[in-house]
């Protein structure tokens, strides 16, 4: 993630339920999440369901904006959680950036076509990515891994059958 840096510290969401176990029995965040140039909550999920996570959170989000630092919390699963926690926040103190999703065909494709030339493939590998429903980047992402797979095993299936037609 580019926003983030290359000094970012990653929390999962069960990274996320870790760190919060810790600052309850430690009564307090600890000096490494506080002071990190930019802490990532990816994908905090059941936020809205959980009040005392959504405090503690916050608390955290508060904490680092006192020291300036950056915090990116994303919102992937789409649950609300990342709203909750921007809603608790002050004014001021929040950045908000939307990513706007593919829409129809020609934009699945050409997402899918971009990722196919981020990870060295041919385009071709994109083809039927924009017919998926429903369409989801994870879902792109595993057709692409599922062409690789293919591929690799065409090669195989062709390299243990050997010459067909040996020249004459």
């Known amino acids: 993630m580019r926003l983030a840096g290359s000094a970012a510290v990653y929390w ?3 990274a996320i339920e870790r760190a919060v176990l810790a600052r309850v029995r430690e009564g307090a965040w600890s000096p490494e999440v506080l002071d990190a140039e930019c802490l990532v909550l990816d994908g905090p999920v059941f936020v809205r369901t959980r009040a005392a996570l959504q405090d503690l959170l916050c608390e955290l ?4 904006v006192a020291r300036l630092a950056k915090t990116i919390v994303t919102d992937a699963a789409g649950d609300g959680s990342a709203e909750r926690l921007l809603g608790a926040m002050t004014s001021g103190d ?3 950036v939307g990513l706007r999703f593919p829409k129809g065909r ?8 971009k990722m196919c030339e981020e990870q060295s493939l041919p385009p071709q590998a994109a083809s039927g990515t924009d017919r998926m429903e429903p369409w989801t980047y994870q879902r792109v992402s595993d057709a692409l891994l599922r062409w690789v797979d293919e591929q690799a095993a065409l090669r195989r299936k062709d390299e243990d059958l050997g010459e067909v037609d040996p020249p004459i």
């Open 61 to 64: 989000l508060l904490l680092r």
């Open 106 to 113: 020609r934009g699945r494709l050409r997402y899918a076509r």
């Open 94 to 96: 929040t950045v908000i």
């Open 12 to 14: 999962s969401s069960r």
